[in-house]
């Protein structure tokens, strides 16, 4: 099977250690292309060397709403200069987040040192990000976390990318799947799903249609549950788990179950949707 993984950061330090590992297992696993996403100006320059040392990464550039309070004031000249340098890149990691206003706690490590930009903020600068898309062209990721509503009022308002653009890991309800994908949405399916506490979304990518759905990691990020992980998780430096990227063929495992598809048929239809929407 011919695998894509439609998200995922593969440059964070996490993996660092591993990264010849890494490669090796994805390649082991059929794995043809990941896209990886940059999400701060800091890691930009690491997508690109990655992206100029490894032939299966396609990078992509953008400022995610946990980075949208601590830009500087050139970010969006930065962003530019990436898309400029390097014409297989694409737009993302860009979104909506209310969940760090909301429910994130005051003392998240993953937050540490971040100003939480108010949703009005990181709605202009998820509006520029998205419109710098459209005007070359380029399909988008997208993150949103508790934010659905206005994401879509948001995308329904703006000029939307030609080739469409990704909801990435999307956990919205399965009532605003066709209103997304009206818009020209794909929606790529997170191996963490399989979680049973995380049942629901059984019916939201019941929802999906055929020709809109992905498969991602999102690694190191979003550990699948133990029994599901083909690959143990890595140890980083920091003395925490890391999901391991060649976990995404677990992750199309669980997905044909949840869509009672057989892996090859949906592996196949993956594979032109990751063309359709990527190229
Ligand atoms: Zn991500």
Not at 52 to 62: D, E, F, H, K
Not at 77 to 82: D, F, G, H, M, P
Not at 244 to 268: I, K, M, S
Request: aromatic content about 8%; glycine content about 6%; some cysteine.
């Amino acid at each position: 099977m011919n695998l894509y993984d439609a998200h995922c950061h593969l440059q964070d330090s996490w993996l660092t250690p591993h990264r010849g590992r890494v490669f090796a297992d994805l390649a082991a696993a059929g794995v043809q292309a990941v896209v990886v996403n940059g999400s701060s100006e800091s890691d930009w320059p690491e997508v690109a060397a990655l992206a100029a040392a490894r032939p299966i990464v396609r990078p992509s550039y953008g400022l995610h709403p946990w980075d949208v309070g601590n830009r500087t004031s050139d970010w969006q000249a930065r962003l530019v200069a990436c898309l400029d340098a390097e014409p297989r890149a694409f737009v993302g990691e860009i979104g909506l987040d209310r969940w760090i206003l909301d429910r994130a706690k005051p003392d998240d490590p993953r937050l540490a040192g971040q100003r939480r930009a108010p949703l009005s903020e990181q709605s202009d600068v998820f509006r520029w990000q998205l419109e710098l898309a459209v005007s070359r062209g380029l399909p988008a990721s997208v993150h949103c976390l508790d934010a659905h509503g206005a994401l879509h009022d948001l995308l329904r308002a703006a000029r939307r990318p030609a080739p469409g653009f990704l909801l990435h890991a999307y956990n919205g309800s399965a009532e605003l799947v066709p209103a997304f994908a009206k818009l020209g949405a794909y929606f790529s399916f997170n191996g963490a799903f399989l979680d049973p506490r995380k049942e629901r979304l059984r019916a939201v990518y019941a929802a999906v249609p055929l020709d809109r759905l992905l498969v991602e990691t999102d690694a190191p990020a979003m550990r699948l549950p133990a029994p599901r992980e083909e690959f143990p998780p890595l140890p980083t430096p920091e003395g925490e788990l890391a999901n391991h990227p060649a976990n995404l063929r677990a992750a199309y495992r669980g997905l044909a179950e949840w869509r009672g598809l057989e892996p090859v048929a949906l592996a196949q239809q993956v594979e032109e949707n990751f063309h359709r929407l990527f190229g």
